[in-house]
């Protein structure tokens, strides 16, 4: 997952910022649908889904998995399995997501291959940052920057942590937590690569939603 396309080279020039979508736990129904309607919305500025379900044996997440990875593959958005290196390589994801909890990088690169987008959760540390940079990660997640009805999390990083890696860093950075069309400016114009939103989008009209946040992110 690169800032340019859903799964290129990650030493690509710098572009806009991008929205990387994380499913809500209920992703049955029609779901497919909300979600083939939001990558269709934002001219494209959609460019990542992260399937993330908890308390779901495999074989449920990977038939629930199935008609998501389609809608994405349709739209070249990569398909982002969380925390389970295992799912990932079952139903051919396009990558992991990897909590600090989750497994090691290199255990996840040996067991998807070079091409899978790996990245990892570094919550309000540097340093996490920089071990999951030097352990290959395809990109480095910080948050959340504000409070989140999707996940809890007592790390609060400020904007400047994107604009300290931005400037440093080669690898993206992704942008979570409680991220709205109305408070996410700050953070597209810290240097987040991509910003991860979930509740800001499926809790209402998604289509209006992703647009609101195109429109935001054109404007940083």
């Known amino acids: 997952m690169s800032t340019n396309s859903a799964a290129g080279d990650t030493d690509a020039a710098m572009t806009d910022c991008q929205l990387y979508l994380i499913s809500p736990l209920d992703v049955s129904g029609g779901f497919p649908d909300r979600l083939e309607r939001a990558l269709a919305a934002g001219s494209g500025c959609v460019t990542a889904f992260q399937f993330r379900l908890k308390d779901v044996d495999q074989h449920d997440a990977a038939r629930l998995a199935g008609p998501l990875q389609e809608v994405c593959a349709a739209r070249d958005v990569a398909f982002i399995v969380n925390d389970s290196m295992a799912l990932a390589k079952r139903v051919g994801a396009d990558g992991v997501h990897l909590g600090q909890g989750d497994g090691d990088v290199r255990e996840a690169r040996e067991l ?88 800001a989008v499926w809790s209402g009209d998604e289509v209006r939603a992703v647009n609101a946040f195109a429109e935001q992110i054109a404007a940083a």
């Not at 899978?116 to 996490?128: D, E, K, N, P, Y």
């Not at 990109?139 to 996940?151: E, H, I, L, Q, R």
């Not at 992704?174 to 240097?191: D, F, S, W, Y």
């Open 112 to 199: 998807l291959g070079r091409e899978a987008q790996i990245g990892v959760t570094c919550h309000a540390s540097r340093h996490l940052a920089m071990e999951a940079g030097e352990a290959g990660a395809d990109y480095v997640a910080f948050g959340a920057f504000f409070d989140s009805t999707t996940k809890a999390s007592a790390h609060r990083p400020e904007p400047e942590i994107l604009e300290w890696w931005s400037g440093l860093f080669e690898i993206p950075c992704v942008a979570i937590g409680g991220i709205t069309p109305e408070n996410c400016a700050p953070l597209v114009k810290a240097g987040a690569d991509f910003l991860a939103v979930s509740s």
